[in-house]
């Protein structure tokens, strides 16, 4: 079983930067690929951004250039640095993992909120 927490959302205006971090505790054979998902109201969950052990990298076309994923294996972390954010990437942000090597995997976060005011 893993367990995953993440922090860092709050409210940013237009043009301004948040980091998310996610911190996971449990058994490292489970956890593999990670990824930071999103949920606007009234749509449905979207990839932001995910990472391999390696740190192999794949992000979404509307956060590219805009966002960057990483991870600390050692200390099962994983973060999201947001510049430049947008009125439009307000959500709850979900950190997620599992055993697998390729796409998403069975362990949620809570969520953490991000709101861009315009």
């Known amino acids: 079983q893993v367990q995953l927490v993440e922090s860092g959302g709050g409210l940013v205006q237009a043009g301004g930067s948040l980091r998310l971090s996610c911190a996971a505790s449990?058994?490292?054979?489970?956890?593999?690929?990670m990824g930071w998902y999103r949920q606007a109201p009234g749509k449905q969950r979207e990839l932001v951004a995910d990472?391999?052990?390696?740190?192999?990298?794949n992000y979404a076309d509307s956060v590219k250039g805009r966002f960057t994923i990483s991870r600390d294996n050692a200390k099962k972390m994983m973060y999201l640095q947001m510049n430049s954010l947008k009125p439009d990437d307000t959500a709850v942000y979900y950190c997620?993992?599992?055993?697998?090597?390729?796409?998403?995997?069975?362990?949620w976060g809570q969520g953490t909120q991000v709101t861009v005011s315009s």
């Open positions: 449990g058994s490292s054979l489970s956890i593999n690929v």
């Open positions: 990472i391999t052990r390696s740190g192999t990298t």
């Open positions: 997620n993992t599992g055993p697998s090597g390729l796409g998403r995997g069975p362990y």
